[in-house]
């Protein structure tokens, strides 16, 4: 039995070193409504307006593969809830990118793009280094119980952005 206890000690203490993400998780979830940030790594997963992951991949070659990394900062302020994005993508300098900040919940069948209650969107457009961070805050609304963030390269070809990230998880307001 002891030998198991400190097999398991080890595993956490090693789960735990090699996977910080793992820490801001259970930092945001142990924090919520506080003014300390919360800092979420982008990934390059498509989602609907209620956070669910789009079932249907969008179509190729209208979508290229990502290149970019990018994390967001986010916390409360008062009424508001500000997000610090920033975005590295060194194949693509001088790219434009929509920026949005969406509170949930909300239904799967509301939209959530500029313009919908309880979202916020801003350009983002990459150095010629291929890094880029902007600023983008809202009031936020009643019953809102977290935010995330998108960033989209639109596609004048599609529907479909040509290129998107989003926060690998919800921050708790």
Request: aromatic fraction near 4%.
């Amino acid at each position: 039995m002891r030998r198991l206890t400190r097999t398991m000690t080890i595993t956490a203490a090693i789960t735990l070193a090699s996977c910080p993400a793992a820490i801001t998780v259970a930092t945001a979830v142990a924090n919520p409504g506080t003014s300390s940030a919360t800092r979420v790594a982008l990934g390059a997963a498509m989602r609907q307006c209620d956070y669910s992951r789009t079932s249907v991949a969008p179509m190729l070659p209208a979508v290229s593969p990502p290149t970019g990394t990018g994390s967001a900062l986010i916390h409360r302020a008062g009424s508001q809830v500000v997000a610090e994005v920033h975005l590295v993508d060194a194949a693509q300098p001088g790219m434009h990118y929509d920026v949005g900040l969406i509170q949930e919940p909300r239904p799967s069948t509301a939209p959530c793009g500029p313009g919908a209650p309880g979202t916020a969107f801003t350009g983002l457009d990459l150095d010629a280094a291929g890094t880029g961070t902007v600023t983008i805050r809202d009031t936020v609304r009643q019953g809102t119980t977290g935010v995330w963030v998108i960033v989209e390269h639109p596609n004048s070809n599609s529907q479909d952005p040509a290129e998107f990230y989003t926060s690998e998880f919800l921050v708790p307001m």
